[in-house]
């Protein structure tokens, strides 16, 4: 672990509202499943630069599930604090929130744990700042991050395996 | 399931291929994830709707593994086909594969798996054709589908009761 | 004004970060001042939209001054909440910020006053509720609030006489 | 000022047409404000390079108002030239006029003044031409460009003192 | 031929000044030829529009020639004229000319004839003006245009058979 | 001629599927022009640099005709291969198919042949390897290569002395 001090969540809490307008929809007018993912990225690496001060390189996304739709005519908000370190490996939470921007109403319709690598200017890995969770929620997601990295590790290595079994040229004669 | 014949994996089959362009990369010269994550939602929306032939609505992606980096100057190819299907639901695999332009080498660089719910126009849920798995890497895909759709569910319940208990107001004063 | 009761600036208050791309900026890296009028205006009229809860179309942008450079590989966070209504008009104040992601720095690059007219679905303006200020810069710019909207009334003014004076035809046999 | 001879305002003219899509408009289908603002502050950024044949950067843009909405379907010209000049700053003077494409209708839909401010590759400020006005309209602005240019630094200043006074930490716990 | 008068080229002529922005260009900062196509197609469909003031549809791009690179931090200028008209066909001539922001140098990147069909907003086709050459070039490409369009018609029929005799199925076992 | 090896169509052979989206087709519901050009350049610069193991310029695009209109809803998938090199020169046919998604019907919707110039990192033309045609379309389109030569250069050559003549002076008061 880096010896710079630990830091709270809430320091690296990021904010993105947007307005979902109608290129960001499919037919039925909700918002297409890859920009949402894409979003997540872009606000859970900030989130991830401002703890650990250094460049940040995205390693993984956990499973993201899409609880509501969201749709054209209302804003979405993404939140992001990371919630976990371990040596060079951040981990940020990243909720998103639907707003009826009539009613006002707010639905959460995904959450997500997106996994980052702090590097410096050479690429070389560095040690990042401890965390300190501090409300109930950062407690239980600090609490059950070692679980998590052992899963992500395992799934990782079966990923690997089988992109070694399954190569480039048996699934791909042309393309 | 569907009383139309099932269908093989290959009849499914999306490729895009395209060049990694300098905007779609960070300051080290690699591809963001949320740019990768977003190709893999389009490609995979495809082949579940020609498999399907009624429009799909993303329902989750599962973790996303970033095995090597992908670099500006490189092409990247994404393949996607359906490789299981349960009611409504079509579950989709997708490979992301690289390719140094000068060498030739291509390199496995993420795998996922992503689920769709087929719907008619009035977003009523459709029965889709069931798959006929052919090759060795369908076979093991599709016999693994059961579980994966078992975790996905657990997976999805523990975001819900999540998003129930830590809803909008607790983590969101403002923004 | 509306017979709906008032609101507190805070409940309009809209937030949006986001990393500074090599697009996003000149060949000086920094970023181009048409970028960031345009995230002005869109994080205003969220603003604009949770306060009124009714559509808001842009009526004028006050000017923008841009008093320090924002630069790729920083991030810029802009902050917007409605400072003052009158009838249909909403009037947001709009911060922009920067932060040097390695050292956490923070500069305010450039401030704004966005105004918006609310209608309803059938572009008849609608009557917004008032607004309560809190803070002393609230207060300050609530108090402001009238000479800006004069001041503005007779730029517009001048502006439309413009407009008919020196119409399309004098100053543009083609294009 | 420079020692380079003073250029009529119609060498540094430039003129952009396009056609209003919907992806460029809300629900009403009308322009965002903040896209017109954006193809502003393009325009007006070639003419400032056309008369002053150095790099340009942003230093303000004066207030926009929105005299009248642009539609989808429509198509919108900008023309953009140097009104006036001081040392190393540039004012350009830009007009949007949106023509209905079925009448051939035109109209002024918003008028603005940008100002810039000329550099070489190094970042140093660099003295620029002056400006001969020949036209009614052309004079009219260059007479009321010192007292333009005067209100803007005062406003200027303003706003740093502001920024100053009501600083990034007091509106910004986090986001 | 439609019964509204003829008109002149120069009362169809339409022009789009842009600046060279490195998302533009490949990685010798040349812009990408598939650019300037798009931007050809788009000022041209304002020329035909303002011709014919009906809608109109993309028929054919003749082959465009890159006879000078275009390159980052230079300014393109793309002006548009309609040449020729034939019951709802409308021939617009295109030219791309290259500016060095430093020198004020201009130069002719590329030329192209692009034409359209006029439709009514039901999709029927629509009898358009004609067209009065004035200039030497005008007149010299008008006098041609009978010749182009012949040669268009043989290539469509040549395209049509390829299609019909190698059609999408021998290619394309998967894709 | 480069003296490696020749290699097979099949080698090159690219492939893009993509869905139109409502931001990519005009108020007919089509697909623009133009958008369908810049498809067209992208996937073949990828064959060609697939053929050349070098970077690719675009020299030239033939002519495009839009045999059918491509609708939002439908995806688009196209296919690019190198027929025919000489010296630096490469030459690619693009074929575009749309798909309709829920009957899967296919239609070839225009067909057209770019040509790229190979070059090494300093801009220095490259020898490339020959083409091995294979199938029936391939040795038409291999027969015809040096024809279609022969009318480009002379094509060529026009457009230059076109730009000589009528250069950008006399068409460019302005603009």
Redesign the interface.
């Known amino acids: 672990m880096s010896d710079k001090p630990a830091k709270y969540c809430?320091e690296s809490?990021?904010?993105?509202?947007?307005?979902v307008?109608?290129?960001d929809t499919?037919?039925?007018g909700?918002m297409?499943?890859?920009?949402v993912?894409?979003?997540?990225?872009?606000?859970a690496?900030?989130a991830a630069?401002?703890h650990a001060?250094?460049?940040v390189?995205?390693?993984?996304?956990?499973?993201?599930?899409?609880?509501h739709?969201i749709r054209?005519?209302q804003?979405v908000?993404l939140?992001a604090f990371v919630i976990w370190t371990h040596r060079a490996a951040v981990e940020v939470f990243v909720?998103v929130?639907s707003?009826d921007?009539?009613?006002?109403e707010?639905?959460?319709c995904?959450?997500s744990f997106?996994t980052f690598v702090a590097?410096d200017v050479n690429?070389e890995k560095q040690m990042v700042p401890g965390v300190i969770p501090e409300t109930?929620?950062e407690k239980l997601f600090f609490d059950g991050a070692a679980d998590r990295a052992k899963k992500?590790l395992e799934?990782?290595e079966q990923?690997?395996a089988?992109?070694k079994r399954?190569?480039?040229?048996?699934?791909?004669p042309?393309?």
């Open positions: 809430k809490r990021a904010v993105k509202a947007l307005m307008l109608p290129p499919n037919h039925y909700t297409f499943g890859g920009k993912m894409a979003y997540i990225d872009d606000i690496a900030i630069t401002r001060r250094t460049s390189v995205t390693a993984s996304t956990d499973s993201v599930d899409f609880l739709p054209a005519g804003s908000c939140e909720k929130v707003e921007m009539l009613s006002g707010r639905t959460v995904a959450t997106v590097m690429g109930e929620l992500r799934k990782r990923s690997k089988l992109a399954f190569g480039t040229d048996k699934l791909w042309s393309g």
